[in-house]
């Protein structure tokens, strides 16, 4: 069931929607709405992110995805209540490759995903953070992955954090299970830019327009080869670089651009 469907079922039960999906101007905000659950990640959170991940990869009027949350926290990683629940490992083998499932779906997905950082993100909380392409935190902002407190080493979201953080700095978020502030997570590269609670829905607006203000064309085929590369050789990486923008050479749009910066001129991209 679509973020969209679960809101017209919800309004028709009266229950809240645990996923909100908002439209305007190319951006596409996704809020997680489970604030009294610290927004976490149960079966039906990943069903509806899943589904709607799905649906917004063949939406050509979706620019950028803002990945957000009401309540407290961002997200407080997988519901252990509900996991406590079925203590099997089948079950929990299929729950992780959902989840894992979900965030490979974020890194699939055709338009750049921003995490809107307001609050506390822990374990696979902090998985999604890492997960989105860019994200922008509140100071109020915390993370960390938190599970090896619990007896749980937090394997799947160290995936996502081994990716965009150094090793050491990995394997000391991961042996200690500490909760750091949202600067030192930007200091080690999993957040983008850290401002004033306040400020933080005008900068993440600044950031999304200022990637709708690009070639959707060059964004998309960026998106993809970028992930592709960085699991490759160095000499691989460049063997697909090099064939990829050869073929982003001879897009609509570069052909524009490039007219543009040499008459001087504003761009007028051709949308996708």
Same mark, same amino acid.
């Given at each position: 069931?679509?973020?969209?469907?679960?809101?017209?079922?919800?309004?028709?039960?009266?229950a809240?929607?645990?996923? &909100?999906?908002?439209? /305007? +101007?190319?951006?596409?905000?996704? @809020?997680?709405?489970?604030?009294?659950?610290?927004? $976490?990640? =149960?079966?039906?959170?990943?069903?509806?992110?899943?589904d709607?991940?799905?649906?917004?990869?063949?939406?050509?009027?979706?620019?950028?995805v803002?990945?957000?949350?009401?309540?407290?926290?961002?997200?407080?990683?997988?519901?252990?209540?509900?996991?406590?629940?079925?203590?099997?490992?089948?079950?929990?083998?299929?729950?992780?490759?959902?989840?894992?499932?979900?965030?490979?779906?974020?890194?699939?997905?055709?338009?750049?995903?921003?995490?809107?950082?307001?609050? &506390?993100?822990?374990? /696979? +909380?902090?998985?999604?953070?890492? @997960?989105c392409?860019?994200?922008?935190?509140?100071s $109020?902002? =915390?993370?960390?992955?938190?599970?090896?407190n619990?007896?749980?080493?937090?394997?799947?979201?160290?995936v996502?954090?081994?990716?965009?953080?150094?090793?050491?700095?990995?394997?000391?978020?991961?042996?200690?299970?500490?909760?750091?502030?949202?600067?030192?997570?930007?200091?080690?590269?999993?957040?983008?830019?850290?401002?004033?609670?306040?400020?933080?829905?005008?900068?993440v607006?600044?950031?999304?327009?200022?990637?709708?203000?690009?070639?959707?064309?060059?964004?998309?085929?960026?998106?993809?080869?970028?992930?592709?590369?960085?699991?490759?050789?160095?000499?691989?990486?460049?063997?697909?670089? =090099?064939?990829e923008?050869?073929?982003?050479?001879?897009?609509?749009?570069a052909?524009e651009?490039?007219?543009?910066?040499?008459?001087?001129?504003?761009?007028?991209w051709?949308?996708?």
């Amino acid at each position: 069931m679509s973020a969209q469907h679960q809101t017209r079922a919800a309004a028709a039960t009266g229950a809240k929607p645990i996923l &909100i999906r908002e439209d /305007a +101007g190319g951006v596409c905000t996704l @809020t997680l709405n489970r604030p009294a659950q610290y927004n $976490a990640l =149960s079966e039906a959170m990943l069903a509806a992110l899943q589904d709607t991940l799905d649906a917004i990869a063949d939406d050509a009027s979706v620019r950028v995805v803002v990945l957000a949350a009401r309540g407290k926290a961002f997200c407080a990683g997988h519901d252990l209540r509900e996991m406590r629940a079925r203590p099997e490992q089948a079950y929990y083998e299929q729950l992780f490759k959902t989840c894992s499932r979900m965030m490979l779906s974020i890194i699939r997905l055709p338009q750049p995903v921003i995490a809107r950082v307001h609050g &506390i993100a822990t374990a /696979a +909380g902090c998985q999604l953070v890492a @997960t989105c392409d860019l994200a922008v935190a509140s100071s $109020a902002a =915390s993370l960390g992955t938190s599970g090896i407190n619990v007896g749980l080493f937090c394997m799947t979201p160290g995936v996502a954090l081994a990716r965009k953080v150094k090793r050491k700095d990995a394997f000391e978020l991961l042996f200690t299970g500490d909760i750091i502030p949202a600067e030192r997570a930007c200091e080690l590269g999993l957040i983008n830019r850290v401002v004033p609670p306040e400020q933080l829905d005008a900068a993440v607006a600044a950031l999304a327009q200022s990637i709708i203000g690009k070639s959707q064309a060059a964004v998309t085929a960026g998106k993809r080869v970028f992930y592709q590369q960085i699991e490759l050789g160095l000499e691989a990486a460049y063997e697909l670089a =090099s064939v990829e923008m050869a073929r982003n050479m001879m897009f609509h749009d570069a052909g524009e651009g490039i007219d543009a910066f040499i008459g001087k001129r504003k761009p007028v991209w051709r949308h996708k």
